[in-house]
């Protein structure tokens, strides 16, 4: 009892002992800018909070609950600082603030030293003049922009239901322009859609219009069909070879729009780009993309309520040309009776739209965190 006794009076007197102090001032010289990096005094000493660090720098902190030890990264660099104790690690070498690391509540603070002297040490760009902290800013590499495709449209309306004649065309647009407006407010980013009406647009140039525009994201939305009416659930899938008889014949469905809707002799085009699977400009982000892929369909089968057919590999056209994160989602079988009702639901469009959504915020999250690092 005596022991929580005396951590609580420790925790309420480094409470009672914070106070403001003065603030440091960083100036970011290419963009011609100043920010404020507010100073917190503990006792008698100067602190930044990790926060505040994180706002002006676009770094990341994380704690090590394991091993008592907070992760700094910043820039492309990483310090590893020991809590409670004054010492923290870079590139294999121990560096002495003279100050402790401090945590209250759940808030970190780092000394005020770190930042005005021990940065400029580690950062040759980076100079305190005058009291104000001059740097160029690390490039912010987060996700800025999305495209959503909805698969089909015009003359081509994709999979029809049986009961209620429902055409996949208007349910993939639909449930995009849903989550487009929840993107754009809640998220911030740019959304652009290959297709914002009921029009034809050519596979390849889905993807063409994703890199045009510079494309952070690419969402390819659909619903599937099957000649087993019984056939139901939602499954995700990124670029490779189709690796199961199902994942061929959603492939197989998918890529047939270009015979059908796109000309005799177009499928040669198509196929004949197969070397691009083995590009390294694009093979680089299929882990990325199978990283989004589950994110997605974790929380589309969690949300909606749908069987859960899992993540997959196929090599869809749609997807091949994507030089960014890209997935296509199928939101279940629309050949489906009780599906087809569903999916003609706006109020399950508006569920689905919100499941993608969340899925899409938890990939940017950390898909920000590894390319500002």
Excluded at 87 to 108: A, D, I, K, P
Excluded at 166 to 175: A, G, I, M, T
Excluded at 281 to 293: D, F, K, R, V
């Amino acid at each position: 009892m005596n022991k929580i006794l005396k951590l609580i009076t420790a925790l309420l007197f480094i409470t009672i002992t914070v106070s403001l102090a003065a603030d440091i001032s960083v100036y970011f010289k290419t963009e011609r800018i100043s920010q404020t990096l507010p100073e917190i005094k503990i006792g008698e000493a100067q602190y930044v909070e990790a926060d505040a660090i994180n706002k002006v720098f676009n770094s990341i902190i994380k704690e090590e609950r394991g091993d008592n030890r907070l992760h700094l990264h910043l820039a492309g660099k990483q310090f590893i600082f020991l809590l409670g104790s004054p010492f923290y690690s870079y590139n294999n070498e121990s560096w002495n603030m003279h100050l402790n690391v401090r945590r209250v509540g759940n808030t970190f603070y780092l000394p005020s030293i770190f930042v005005t002297e021990h940065l400029p040490i580690h950062f040759p760009d980076m100079e305190l003049k005058n009291k104000v902290l001059q740097i160029n800013r690390p490039k912010d590499r987060s996700v800025k922009v999305i495209v959503l495709d909805p698969g089909h449209g015009g003359h081509d309306p994709g999979a029809v239901g049986h009961v209620l004649k429902l055409r996949e065309k208007d349910v993939n647009l639909s449930v995009c322009l849903k989550l487009k407006e929840m993107l754009e407010r809640e998220l911030g980013v740019t959304v652009l859609m290959t297709r914002s009406d009921d029009r034809f647009i050519t596979l390849g140039n889905r993807t063409k219009f994703a890199n045009n525009n510079q494309a952070d994201i690419f969402v390819s939305v659909h619903t599937n069909a099957s000649n087993n009416r019984s056939a139901s659930g939602i499954e995700t899938y990124y670029l490779s070879t189709a690796q199961t008889s199902d994942a061929r014949a959603v492939e197989a469905l998918e890529n047939n729009v270009v015979e059908q809707y796109e000309g005799k002799g177009e499928k040669a085009k198509y196929d004949a780009l197969g070397f691009i699977l083995s590009d390294m400009s694009q093979t680089e982000h299929l882990e990325h993309s199978n990283n989004m892929a589950l994110l997605i369909q974790q929380n589309l089968v969690a949300g909606a309520r749908g069987g859960d057919r899992g993540v997959k590999q196929a090599n869809f056209y749609v997807l091949r040309g994507a030089f960014m994160p890209a997935v296509l989602i199928e939101l279940g079988f629309i050949s489906n009776k009780d599906e087809e009702r569903l999916l003609a639901n706006d109020e399950y469009q508006q569920r689905l739209a919100r499941t993608i959504f969340e899925g899409l915020k938890r990939f940017k999250f950390r898909y920000d965190r590894i390319r500002n690092t």
